[in-house]
């Protein structure tokens, strides 16, 4: 009766088959398309904190409104990598699964984990400069520029081992949301899919490269040619990159190694699969 409903969803044993076979296609993706993906999923992430940021920098909401609407705003970023297609670096973590099935090369994991890192790289700071040149943080009196540079300012000072495992609990929360969006038979469920576990991450504060790609940038340049800040240069390359290492490093292990290796030890290894599947 379900499925008449259209309320069915893939099992889990059937998830880790299309995550290892999405796997293999993303790690044979033409150089050229799956750098341009990768920069669009850059700047699809950068609209999702733009979107977080106008709910953050709003003083009339209480803590936790801040943080868990923050977070459902946030949520637009996946959504759009999900659903118009984009290739993710937190996201592509999973094909992990595939590696580890032998089914793609460890040059290719690593040939995709850095193209695409890069290629959001790209897009993130591309959005940035974008949303400068459009004078958008001037919104709610500069609240919103303000916002970016308190956000930079604290994940700049954060310790390395914070960042990592802040990194390690965020992505473990990403790559479960693209997941159960697989599970999904249509947009609504991916999208409801996606919503929780994203919102989850933000709402406690965890730590995510990509966005991390393009709240620094535009920190930076808030603070150098508008002069916006304390007055210094008190967010620089070096704190981002500072930020950003641990961050990358916390993200491949929540990613690859709490999801996709711990579901390709439980349906994909070989001496428990079960040949009727």
Not at 106 to 113: A, C, D, K, V, Y
Not at 127 to 155: C, T, W
Not at 203 to 214: I, L, P, Q, R, T
Request: proline share 4%; with cysteine; hydrophobic share 55%.
């Amino acid at each position: 009766m379900s499925e008449i409903f259209g309320f069915g969803a893939f099992s889990p044993r059937e998830i880790a088959a299309q995550v290892e076979t999405i796997g293999v296609t993303k790690a044979r993706l033409p150089l050229l398309s799956m750098l341009m993906l990768s920069v669009l999923a850059g700047a699809f992430i950068g609209l999702g904190a733009l979107y977080f940021v106008i709910v953050k920098s709003d003083p009339s909401l209480g803590f936790a409104a801040r943080q868990v609407l923050g977070g459902v705003a946030f949520s637009l970023g996946l959504i759009l990598v999900v659903i118009a297609g984009a290739e993710l670096f937190t996201g592509n973590n999973l094909l992990a699964m595939a590696w580890a099935d032998g089914k793609i090369s460890t040059l290719e994991l690593l040939r995709n984990w850095a193209v695409v890192c890069g290629g959001n790289f790209i897009g993130a700071v591309g959005l940035a400069v974008l949303v400068f040149l459009s004078r958008h943080p001037d919104m709610n009196n500069g609240a919103i520029a303000q916002e970016y540079l308190r956000i930079a300012e604290v994940k700049a000072a954060m310790p390395f081992w914070t960042a990592l495992f802040k990194g390690i609990l965020c992505n473990a929360l990403v790559c479960m949301a693209i997941w159960m969006a697989l599970a999904g038979r249509s947009v609504v469920d991916k999208v409801v899919a996606i919503v929780f576990p994203i919102s989850a991450f933000v709402a406690a504060g965890f730590e995510h490269s990509v966005a991390n790609m393009y709240f620094f940038p535009l920190a930076m340049l808030l603070q150098t040619l508008d002069n916006i800040g304390a007055g210094g240069n008190t967010i620089t390359w070096v704190g981002f990159f500072g930020n950003l290492v641990p961050v990358i490093l916390g993200n491949i292990i929540g990613g690859s190694v709490l999801v996709a290796l711990v579901y390709h030890v439980i349906y994909r290894r070989a001496p428990d699969k079960d040949p009727n599947a």
